[in-house]
Structures are given as structure tokens and as C-alpha cells.
């Protein structure tokens, strides 16, 4: 297992300044946005695609450091009902799913997108319950007249380019809990997978450990990233939560560094969880803590991975 980060929050620096900062943080790999809500401010896709010499002069930057590029990332809304942006969206992850495959990166991290409520609508519509009743009628759209026709189609390009494609189960998003993903992987195919976020799984009530039990291999990358779940506001208003990110005396919850959500033990339990079920990739910090500037933000959640992440293999069970 590597520690790695997305190199958003370094926007404001070159691409080699960004990796020279990985380095000296200590970690072994990077994510990198190939355009939508990451930007692509580190990874130039259009030349890249035009040119091999660019391709092995970006990429070898990345590995002459000792560095590894765990995933592309670029979150947005293939199945947005605005056809302009649907299509934007859909160049851009097509566009990733073809550099990542010239650049041998397994896999392209992203939203599963999320329709409007029927034909006729013009913003995307997400429902969280079965009632009343035309709810079931909006849910039967997005699910069968869009978002399984979409990726089915685009699992076929995910299949000609031999990369997987990785959902952030996100609120908001068709796919936003492991029921979602895994029915519509079950759906369209196995290049369907999670880009596993606990974050958002916390504040929806799920307990991250049987999360990650219960898909398994449709685990492709992994994201570090905690919150805090305020329990006075719950308590009150319960986690959903529309507040301004930045009214954190009266949010339900708020995205906070690794180890300032939950303690070290249950990140201890979420990584022997990965590993149980095979998983020995990446886990890629992703820092959104308003309470703490990036650089002192990531280093404490280094410093908590470091000592909860599981690094070298198990061996022979001598004892058993």
C-alpha cells in the first residue's frame, strides 16, 4: 500500500513543484485531475494525447521521483440534462479513459453523473426516498432511460482502452452508496468500480468497514479523506445538510484532516478492512479542512496514515 495525494490543492503551483512537494511530504504517489471539477491544471490531456515524447517526459517527472500516478480524475455529470455540459462531460472522461490507457494508469476516478427527474426537466433531480410516488417514476427514468444506457455504451470504450472506471459514491450522484454502485456495476460490467471516499459515507450513516466488505473487488482506489459528524446539529437537524461549507458552528458535519473525524483505531480498521478484501493500492489524501491550511492539513493526515496504513506484506501464517 502507497500513500499518495490528489494534487489539487496545489493548483497554484507548477506541475514539477507539485510532485517536488509530494516527495518532501513523504508520500509515493499522486492523483492527478484530467479536467472537469479537479481541472486539469497539472495534466496538459490535449497535448499529452498528440504526443509521445510529452507523454514520456510528463510521466517520466512523475517516476524519476519515485513517484507513481495512481489515477486520473475528473468529476462531473455525464447525464446532466444540459446537453452541452452532458457532452463536455463526456469528452473529458473519454479523453482521460484514452491518456490514462497511453500512460498504463488503471484507472479514471469520477461521478456515475446525475439525470434530471424525466425528459422534459432541465436540472438534475436527486431523490432519497420512495415517496410519494412519483419519485419511483423519476427514479425509473434516470436509472433505465439514462444512466444504464450511458455507461453500458461507454463501458464498451472502458473495454476497448482495457481502464476501469472508479465512482466516488458521492451525495448528489445516482451512485451514492455501495446499493447504487453496485447495481448499476451490476447492470453495465465489471470496469465499474469505487473510488472508495469514507468522508461522505459518514455523515450518511454508513459505517465505512462494512462498506468496504460488502464490495469487495469493485474497490479500485481509495480516497483518504474524514469528517467530522457534529453531534449537537445532527441531533437537531439530522446529516443532510445544505449550510454553507464555511458555517461550521451550524453544519451537520464538515470534511475534516485524518485522525480529526475519527481516531487513528478506526482508520486502522478501514485499512485492515482493504486489505482483507485485496485491496493493496493507493490511498490518496484528499485535503478540504477548513480549519487548517493544506500543508499542515496534510501532513497530520500523513503522519495518521503512516501509522494506521499497512505497508509490507503479510508473509507465510508460520503460526497457523
Known sequence: MRLGVITVLWSSLSFE???DKAVRMGLGAVEIGAGGYPGDHHCPVNELLKSQAMRDEWLGAITSRGLTLSALSVHNNPLSPDKSEAERADTVLKNAVKLASLLQVPVVNTFSGLPAGSSKDTMPNWVTCAWPPHFLEILDYQWNKVAIPYWAQTHKYLEEYGIKVAFEMHPGM?????DTLLRLRDAVGPLLGSNFDPSHLWWNGVDPVAAIRAL???IF??????VYVDPFNTSVNGCNDAKPYGDLLQRSWTFRTIGYGHDVKIWKDIISALRMVGYDYVVSIEHEDALMSPDEGLAKAIATLQEAAIFEQAGEMYWA
Do not use: I, Q
Not at 174 to 178: D, G, H, R, S, T
Not at 221 to 226: C, P, R, S, T
Open 216 to 218: 469487495g473487488e469493485a
Open 221 to 226: 482506489h481509495v480516497h483518504g479523506k474524514d
Open 17 to 19: 513543484e507539485a510532485l
Open 174 to 178: 445516482l451512485v451514492y452508496n455501495v
